[in-house]
């Protein structure tokens, strides 16, 4: 069988938010708030009010302020910078050994024909992501970006991800086009996309997600809500998208082996296996009865 004529849509994805989903704070409260010695709380409050005063972009807000508060206390904040503060950032538990696991699980699942790739679409700073212990498992990871000048330093937005943004990289998983440079808005068959949307698991803990949730499931895929355990906050927006059919799965953001979100992933994991043999099994068939072009 020629290449042309091989079924290729053989590759699931698992799609990431990260604060609060695979790490259990903001990765700024781990990284460059600490640098500066800027309380948490005094910070968020600080953005809240002037996106509430301004009337702005509350993703904006944050990422001014951070460079605000660099620039008056004399702290150059540069890639490498960004990096080496990532190395604090700490996991929920199993986060580390999970995506091999999950890797070796379909392999095993799918006897080497089926391929899992991971994701991160987060509203944070891809600066700081590029550094994390996690980065090698990503295929690509999706957040905002600063502009660097001449100097290496960074000065002004130059990405910006939003919690309704996120779905146009949802697209860009979907079609292929995984480059910002690429454009997503011509027609593609979906015998042509590069990852169905019922081939997507997207995993997110809250309201923020709530978009990206609700495209992948109305385009077939699969969406996850996970809270830190302990937290009945938490626990209770998910439950509120698990009453309102925004996910299919809740679960403790607990990613040690057999804990209940590795069993939930894994039904999901198996299911979508099932369906890509049958669909693989569906094109061999009409393509021997000279069904398809």
């Known amino acids: 069988?020629?290449?042309?004529?091989?079924?290729?849509?053989?590759?699931?994805?698992?799609?990431?938010?990260?604060?609060?989903?695979?790490?259990?704070?903001?990765?700024?409260?781990?990284?460059?708030?600490?640098?500066?010695?800027?309380?948490?709380?005094?910070?968020?409050?600080?953005?809240?009010?002037?996106?509430?005063?301004?009337?702005?972009?509350?993703?904006?807000?944050?990422?001014?302020?951070?460079?605000?508060?660099?620039?008056?206390?004399?702290?150059?904040?540069?890639?490498?910078?960004f990096k080496a503060l990532a190395q604090k950032i700490e996991y929920f538990s199993g986060v580390e050994t999970w995506f091999g696991r999950m890797n070796a699980f379909v392999k095993r699942e799918g006897q080497s024909h089926i391929k899992l790739q991971h994701y991160i679409i987060s509203a944070g700073l891809k600066e700081i992501l590029d550094g994390v212990s996690i980065n090698k498992y990503f295929n690509k990871i999706y957040a905002s970006e600063y502009h660097f000048d001449h100097n290496g330093i960074a000065t002004f937005p130059q990405l910006l991800v939003t919690d309704t943004s996120k779905t146009q990289f949802l697209f860009r998983i979907n079609k292929g086009k995984e480059a910002i440079s690429d454009s997503i808005n011509e027609h593609m068959p979906d015998t042509e996309r590069a990852i169905p949307f019922s081939n997507m698991i997207y995993v997110g803990d809250g309201l923020t997600d709530v978009p990206s949730m609700k495209i992948t499931r109305l385009y077939g895929g699969h969406a996850i809500a996970v809270y830190k355990k302990g937290q009945s906050k938490g626990k209770n927006i998910c439950k509120a998208l698990l009453a309102q059919d925004r996910v299919d799965f809740i679960a403790p953001a607990d990613y040690r082996e057999e804990e209940i979100l590795e069993h939930r992933v894994k039904i999901l994991l198996k299911n979508m296996i099932h369906e890509i043999n049958y669909e693989r099994e569906l094109y061999a068939c009409k393509r021997e009865n000279q069904l398809l072009d």
């Open 1 to 81: 069988m020629t290449e042309q004529r091989r079924f290729k849509q053989t590759t699931i994805a698992i799609v990431y938010d990260f604060d609060g989903t695979l790490s259990p704070q903001p990765m700024q409260e781990y990284t460059v708030l600490p640098e500066l010695g800027v309380k948490p709380r005094e910070f968020w409050d600080e953005v809240s009010a002037e996106a509430d005063q301004a009337q702005a972009e509350s993703m904006l807000v944050y990422m001014r302020l951070l460079l605000e508060k660099a620039q008056s206390q004399a702290v150059a904040i540069n890639r490498d910078k």
